[in-house]
């Protein structure tokens, strides 16, 4: 029989087929979760990545408290690494540098010794010339991490263990706020002022159900390291903060200098968070260089420690605040910060959490740190309690005790049979020195076995009760709010709240633009043109081919020109950069990138503050502001939302309280302007009820004044309030048949 022999122990194992599908799948997940959750994502308990997490239980081991000496950053670095994060030693570095910047770390986590970079951008010494220790603030991280206050697991190699997260006494989440890219998802938390942290997370104590809109009341905004100001309105960051999605527009801070004869320049101080000042002074320079600046006469960089950028005017007459808002329109001066509060919720799940979801799972984790800090004082007592009961008795019977030690083969059991003794504290007496027996007083034992005893009910009570436990963490977080308050130094708030100018850059660009009459002329075919002055006689106009007038108005040079496409879209031209009416004109098409398939249904003048009613082919519509309908982009924006084959139809002035459709089916309603919402985009609602067809026309009108319409030979026509009362009715009805003298046409002129 032949002999068969088992592979040797070291074989590889025998090869299976998988499908690859499945492998790639099995496989780009576990890399997906291993970024999402080891390293991109913060806790939101502790608001931090594992890397910082290790750096600073790295900083814990080698005790550089505050008040130790420092030590080299690469024996940080290399401890780090060789115990807890082997992901290279750049990475980690990286990471230290940045949590040491208090130009991008609200609350520095690390205090520096040498270069550790500057706001310029330039990168920080190597790690063999720089030192570092923990700041106060990371020491209130670690607060508790030898009581037991949370979890350890294995490091990578097994050989020692890492904290799962820190206890934290300050909400860092928010504090410092947090930026990751993960896979399919990434975050982005800005950094907030802690005494206001402090003051909502009371707040939330008090009342566990308060909104964001309640919390804003004392976290108003996001509160940067290098300053700056929020120029978002309040309904903006409510939304954010409510959402955990948004962003802040922050803008650079500036004031004006007087000089002799009435000369001026402007100096900013302060820029916007994560802008790189070597990479604005770059953008700066080519802008001023390509001539995009016209208001500007000469840049320079005046700083040292402080930010100081001087911008010096072309003329004495130029407006402060419109020179500095063609530099914020046009550079990093402001800057748009993004809030993406996506964290790992429980350490585990990752999720967009609102503001009152950040703060209440920092409160959560701060309670549970709480109880597993009382229970691990509560075991400390009771084990002392025990010795102390021992060495009283030990004490009492110091010369017995002696004895059996110097005599008895086995005192241990001797000691615990004589006196009734535990193990514990038998172990206590025996491994005490003579000389320490020799010191025992009884009244110092009793003295603090009673004062234990106090301690012990006190925190068992505490364990018991969750309101005094809520009751102790309020009291930790008011003294958190001592030390950090805004009238200290680093506490106090460095970024401002200030209403950005709305009409800004309408009148930047007509600072720019010489303000001249222009009259704008559309075809039907969609060419338009601009003529110079208000010509009222268009009769002499040439077309190209078959195409002719669609419409003509009266603007300026100033003017902003909205153009309506059946798709429901609107785009924005600038009437200066018209086509001049030499010539046919362009199509808007060159202007505006229109969908194939759309054509032009309206062009009119933007009327600041002004309102349009807008209404498709079906009949449906709304009131929309004219201010929401301006687009910064060839792209423009949504209007109204129509389906095929239905379109765009109308889009006319809002001028008084009552609105009067008429359909291609020749039927007339008129009804309440009040009844028609005011949206900025949407379908709308139905305005008026068909069978057949769809709507003619339809306009505003005051009811007092009567209906009016133009005919066909140009004469008007109007019908009084008594005379329409038949045509008086509600939105979405029929209607009926028009006035007598009502045009053919089926239009109001």
Partial sequence: MAKTTAPPPDSPPPEQDVALRAALEERYLAYALSTIMGRALPDARDGLKPVHRRILYGMQIL??????????????????????????????????????????????????????????????????????RMTEIARLLLEGIDEDAIDFRDNYSGDSKEPIVLPAAIPNLLANGSQGIAVGMATSVPPHNL????????????????????LMKFVPGPDFPTGGVIVDSRESIADAYRTGRGGFRVRARWKTEEGARGAWIAVVTEIPYGVQKSRLMEKLAELFNEKKLPLLADIRDE?????????????????????????????????????????????VVPRVVSLPEALQQWLDHRREVLLRRSRHRLGEIEHRLEVLAGMIVVFLNLDEVIRIIREDDDPKERLKVRFKLTETQVNYVLDTRLRALRRLEEMELRRE???????????????????????????????????YGPKTKLGARRTSFEAAPV??????????????????????????????????????????????????????????????????????????????????????????DIDEGADVAAVFVHTPGGKRLVVSTEGRGFVAPEDEMIAGTRKGKALISVDLPHEARLIVPVEGDHVAIIGENRKLIAFPLAQVPEMARGKGV???????????????FALKD?????DGAGRNFSVSKA???????????????????????????
């Avoid at 108005?553 to 309506?564: D, G, N, P, S």
């Avoid at 329409?724 to 109001?748: T, Y």
Wanted: with cysteine; charged share 30%.
């Fill in 706 to 710: 009567g209906l009016g319409w133009v």
């Fill in 449 to 483: 076995h009673e004062e234990l005893t106090k301690e012990k009910a006190q925190i068992e009570k505490l364990v018991a009760s969750p309101a005094q436990q809520w009751k102790t963490i309020a009291w930790q977080i008011a003294e958190l709010k001592k030390k």
């Fill in 195 to 214: 005494a206001e942290l402090c003051d909502a997370a009371l707040h939330l104590i008090d009342k566990p159900k308060a909104t964001s809109d309640e």
């Fill in 503 to 592: 009409a800004a850059a309408m009148e930047l660009e007509e600072s720019l633009v010489e303000r001249e009459p222009v009259t704008v002329v559309v075809s039907d075919k969609g060419w338009v043109r601009a003529l110079k002055g208000h010509v009222a006689d268009l009769s002499s106009l040439a077309f190209k081919g078959d195409d002719r007038l669609k419409t003509a108005f009266f603007a300026e040079t100033t003017a902003k020109i909205l153009v309506l496409a059946t798709n429901g879209k609107i785009f924005t031209l600038d009437a200066a950069k018209l086509p001049g009416g030499r010539g046919f004109g362009e199509p808007v098409r060159m202007m505006a």
């Fill in 303 to 347: 700083s040292a420690e402080d930010v100081r950028i001087v911008f010096e005017p072309r003329t004495r007459n130029v407006d402060p605040a419109m020179l500095m808002e063609s530099l914020f329109r046009a550079s990093e001066l402001e800057s748009r910060i993004p809030m993406n509060m996506n964290v790992l919720v429980d350490g």
């Fill in 723 to 749: 005379e329409l009362r038949d045509w008086i009715g509600n939105r979405a009805e029929a209607g009926r048949l028009p006035p007598k003298g009502f045009p053919k046409s089926n239009r109001f002129g």
């Fill in 686 to 700: 139905r305005l008026q009820k068909y069978k057949d067809g769809g709507v003619a026309d339809a306009r505003t």
């Fill in 63 to 132: 005790k550089l408290d505050p008040a130790s000496a420092f030590k080299k950053s690469a024996k940080i670095v290399g401890d780090v690494m060789g115990s807890f994060h082997p992901h290279g030693d750049q990475a980690i570095y990286d990471a230290l540098v940045r949590l040491a910047q208090d130009f991008s770390s609200r609350y520095p986590l690390v205090e520096g010794q040498g270069n550790f970079g500057n706001i310029d951008g330039d990168a920080a010494a190597a790690y063999r010339y720089t030192e570092a």
